[in-house]
């Protein structure tokens, strides 16, 4: 029986049942149209440190879509970069 989830957080629980390798077949929608995806459910702390090793230079950073009204600049439509901590790879000085 497929689920029709509704939203973002539904899909999280549901998925963070699931043990480690299981294999999810999705139907999602992007931009209003429907893409078939598969998926495989994979240790958090394992991604995480594969995540680091393949790519210590971009390992912890994130996009965010920004728009926003401001006083001073009116309305900015951008992206923003947060930093969540220093990226340095093993063994570089500061």
């Not at 043990?19 to 931009?31: C, H, N, Y």
């Not at 790519?55 to 912890?60: A, H, K, S, V, W």
């Not at 923003?80 to 063994?91: E, I, N, Y």
């Given at each position: 029986?497929?689920?029709?989830?509704?939203?973002?957080?539904?899909?999280?629980?549901?998925?963070?049942?699931?043990?480690?390798?299981?294999?999810?077949?999705?139907?999602?929608?992007?931009?209003?149209?429907?893409?078939?995806?598969n998926?495989?459910?994979?240790?958090?702390?394992?991604?995480?440190?594969?995540?680091q090793?393949e790519?210590?230079?971009?390992?912890?950073?994130?996009?965010?879509?920004?728009?926003?009204?401001?006083?001073?600049?009116g309305?900015?439509?951008?992206?923003?970069?947060?930093?969540?901590?220093?990226?340095?790879?093993?063994?570089?000085?500061?």
């Open positions: 029986m497929a689920n029709k989830w509704k939203t973002a957080s539904a899909v999280r629980n549901s998925v963070g049942l699931l043990r480690v390798g299981a294999k999810i077949d999705m139907e999602i929608l992007r931009k209003g149209k429907k893409i078939a995806i998926v495989v459910t994979a240790d958090p702390d394992a991604y995480m440190k594969t995540a090793t790519n210590p230079y971009l390992f912890g950073l994130a996009f965010r879509d920004f728009d926003a009204q401001t006083p001073a600049q309305h900015i439509k951008a992206f923003k970069l947060p930093l969540f901590r220093k990226a340095v790879p093993h063994g570089a000085q500061d």
